[in-house]
């Protein structure tokens, strides 16, 4: 990180206690020590740290299973400037969770946050088909509503360490409907891009001027050109109309590399608006080819083509 992390840094995460966020910040040991601040939303967070309330907001953007996260995802293309600083990916787990004494045969309700209710879906229709769910703003604050009841038909769909912090007992384990779930959280910031780590991604929003047939695949082309690497891409509605939509592109690489920044600078010269989101480094090594082999390789291009180039004569 370009800026140095201490006691006194302060970081906005969704909260309660027991979370998928905290736990994917307590497995950073520098985020770990600084000053943690719970938030009731995701959107909570982010704005806190737009507003400077804090200095940092930890948030989940992506699920294996069900893809972005789409209010992190809008607060950062259409929210104030923040860039990504850094991902950390877990595994996730998920464990219906109840009070001490009620059985799986009395449940009416169980909640939980809407991204982890969709993650058992087939669980719920093959375990508990007439069982309701309905929404929390997270999977601790379900497991939480649910100490905090009398009921004896409700239970939440929760991360397991909930149960020892809300003192739930499990009555299913890991109910998750894939094996290898797994969640990105984003570390963001205003103004702050990290130094390239040589394993990075950036992140950028392309609005066209209009919609027309090929536009999508001219700005994809401005980085095939560069044998630059998409990892990545997604529309999103503008919100402006229904059929508008920009497109988030991640990219292998970092802005400070050559080939990078020439496609992002043709790329802001094509498009309506651009919006850079961050270049970070990766939390873990990138299956394809390092950056220092492709520039490498760029380098070599160039410099073949600068020899053939001083055989042309003049005219």
Same mark, same amino acid.
């Given at each position: 990180?370009?800026?140095?992390?201490?006691?006194?840094?302060?970081?906005?995460?969704?909260?309660?206690?027991?979370?998928?966020?905290?736990?994917?910040?307590?497995?950073?040991?520098?985020?770990?020590?600084?000053?943690?601040?719970?938030?009731?939303?995701?959107?909570?967070?982010?704005?806190?740290?737009?507003?400077?309330?804090?200095?940092?907001?930890?948030?989940?953007?992506?699920?294996?299973?069900?893809?972005?996260?789409?209010?992190t995802?809008?607060?950062?293309?259409?929210?104030?400037?923040?860039?990504?600083?850094?991902e950390?990916?877990?595994?996730i787990?998920?464990?219906?969770?109840?009070?001490?004494g009620v059985?799986?045969?009395?449940?009416?309700?169980?909640?939980?946050?809407?991204h982890?209710?969709?993650?058992?879906?087939?669980?719920?229709?093959?375990?508990?088909?007439?069982?309701?769910?309905?929404?929390?703003?997270?999977?601790?604050?379900?497991?939480?509503?649910?100490?905090?009841?009398?009921?004896d038909?409700?239970?939440?769909?929760?991360?397991?360490?909930?149960a020892?912090?809300? &003192?739930?007992?499990? *009555? =299913? /384990?890991?109910?998750?409907?894939?094996?290898?779930? $797994?969640?990105?959280?984003?570390?963001? !910031?205003?103004?702050?891009?990290?130094?390239?780590?040589?394993n990075?991604?950036?992140?950028?929003?392309?609005?066209?001027?209009?919609?027309?047939?090929?536009?999508?695949?001219?700005?994809?082309?401005?980085?095939?050109?560069?044998?630059?690497?998409?990892?990545?891409?997604?529309?999103?509605?503008?919100?402006?109309?229904?059929?508008?939509?920009?497109?988030?592109?991640?990219?292998?690489?970092?802005?400070?590399?050559?080939?990078?920044?020439?496609?992002?600078?043709?790329?802001?010269?094509?498009?309506?608006?651009?919006?850079?989101? &961050?270049?970070?480094? *990766? =939390? /873990?090594?990138?299956?394809?080819?390092?950056?220092? $082999?492709?520039?490498?390789?760029?380098? !070599?291009?160039?410099?073949?083509?600068?020899?053939?180039?001083?055989?042309?004569?003049?005219?």
């Open positions: 990180m370009a800026v140095a992390l201490t006691r006194e840094t302060t970081i906005a995460y969704l909260g309660p206690s027991g979370t998928f966020s905290e736990e994917a910040l307590r497995s950073q040991e520098d985020l770990a020590d600084c000053r943690l601040v719970a938030m009731s939303t995701i959107a909570d967070a982010i704005r806190a740290c737009a507003t400077g309330a804090v200095d940092f907001a930890f948030v989940p953007i992506e699920n294996s299973i069900e893809g972005s996260v789409s209010m995802v809008d607060e950062l293309i259409f929210g104030e400037e923040l860039f990504i600083q850094r950390v990916i877990i595994d787990h998920l464990d219906l969770l109840a009070r001490s059985g799986v045969e009395q449940l009416h309700e169980v909640i939980s946050h809407p982890a209710l969709a993650q058992a879906r087939r669980f719920f229709q093959r375990e508990l088909p007439n069982v309701i769910t309905s929404v929390t703003n997270s999977t601790a604050e379900a497991a939480r509503l649910v100490a905090e009841s009398d009921r038909d409700i239970a939440a769909l929760a991360p397991p360490i909930t020892s912090i809300y &003192g739930l007992h499990a *009555l =299913s /384990r890991a109910v998750e409907d894939q094996l290898g779930n $797994e969640t990105r959280f984003v570390l963001i !910031a205003p103004s702050r891009v990290p130094a390239p780590s040589g990075d991604r950036t992140a950028l929003v392309c609005f066209q001027r209009s919609d027309h047939p090929g536009g999508l695949h001219q700005l994809l082309g401005i980085f095939a050109s560069r044998s630059i690497n998409l990892v990545r891409l997604e529309s999103r509605p503008t919100k402006l109309g229904l059929g508008d939509y920009c497109f988030v592109i991640e990219l292998q690489g970092h802005i400070s590399e050559p080939q990078v920044a020439a496609a992002i600078t043709e790329l802001y010269g094509e498009l309506a608006s651009l919006r850079f989101l &961050g270049s970070y480094p *990766l =939390s /873990r090594p990138d299956p394809l080819e390092h950056v220092a $082999e492709r520039e490498t390789e760029h380098l !070599a291009a160039a410099a073949w083509l600068a020899a053939l180039l001083a055989r042309v004569e003049e005219s």
